[in-house]
């Protein structure tokens, strides 16, 4: 157990649905990072936040948006979806950029 | 730019033989790289991580790795393998500066047969 939880585990949507993706880092840790795992695409950095802030950007779609809260949760917005957003999406945490990054067990989305 | 290639997608080993994992790097500075292991329907698991420090990195469950610069390599290798070894690997580099963010390979598959 890496300490870092995601909620939910599985989701079902329609595409057109929005869902929202939430991340609880491990304690102490100030950045999280959300990641997309499909089988076309690998594992693909999507976002970055510190503290709050948007540090770093990848390859994330406009359709898709995230934030940081004070208490350092995250959540990342998906909307609009298409068939093509059905992934796994992990969420990783760590202290400082420097540090080993330690990821959540994913959420598995599909969307129909 | 930063990159990493996993020379094999799929390896298959017999159980208590050793375990070779390949992981070639680009990148302009020297880099910092990790393997992570992923289970089946599991999260990411890091295995181990090089920051410029010894050349040799030993991990965890008997798992090593070397950075060769001359080789632009990093692979993965274990002595004897196990059953619970099976699973995907990632061979991971971070991109310079204050980010962290991770750039993954395509992953190997590492079959173990009984």
């Known amino acids: 157990d890496s300490g870092v939880t995601q909620t939910p585990k599985h989701l079902i949507t329609a595409t057109g649905q929005r869902v929202t993706l939430r991340c609880s880092p491990r304690?102490?840790?100030?950045?999280v990072y959300w990641y997309q795992q499909s089988l076309d695409q690998g594992l693909q950095f999507l976002i970055q936040y510190y503290n709050g802030e948007e540090r770093a950007k990848g390859n994330i779609l406009e359709r898709f948006s995230a934030q940081q809260f004070p208490d350092l949760h995250s959540e990342l917005n998906l909307s609009s979806l298409e068939l093509g957003d059905s992934a796994l999406y992990f969420c990783?945490?760590?202290?400082?950029?420097?540090?080993?990054?330690?990821f959540g067990p994913g959420t598995r989305l599909l969307v129909l | 730019a930063q990159s990493v290639t996993q020379l094999d997608s799929h390896v298959s080993v017999s159980e208590g033989t050793p375990v070779l994992l390949r992981c070639n790097y680009s990148s302009s500075y020297s880099p910092s790289l990790f393997w992570y292991v992923q289970h089946p329907n599991k999260g990411l698991q890091l295995l181990l991580k090089y920051t410029s420090a010894a050349t040799l990195v030993k991990g965890i469950n008997g798992f090593e790795a070397e950075f060769k610069k001359s080789e632009t390599s990093f692979h993965l290798t274990k002595p004897s393998a196990h059953m619970s070894d099976a699973a995907e690997y990632f061979c991971?580099?971070?991109?310079?500066?204050?980010?962290?963010?991770?750039?993954f390979g395509q992953g190997t598959t590492l079959q173990v047969k009984p």
């Open positions: 304690s102490g840790d100030l950045s």
């Open positions: 990783a945490s760590s202290v400082t950029y420097q540090e080993t990054q330690y």
């Open positions: 991971v580099v971070r991109v310079p500066g204050n980010t962290g963010k991770l750039i």
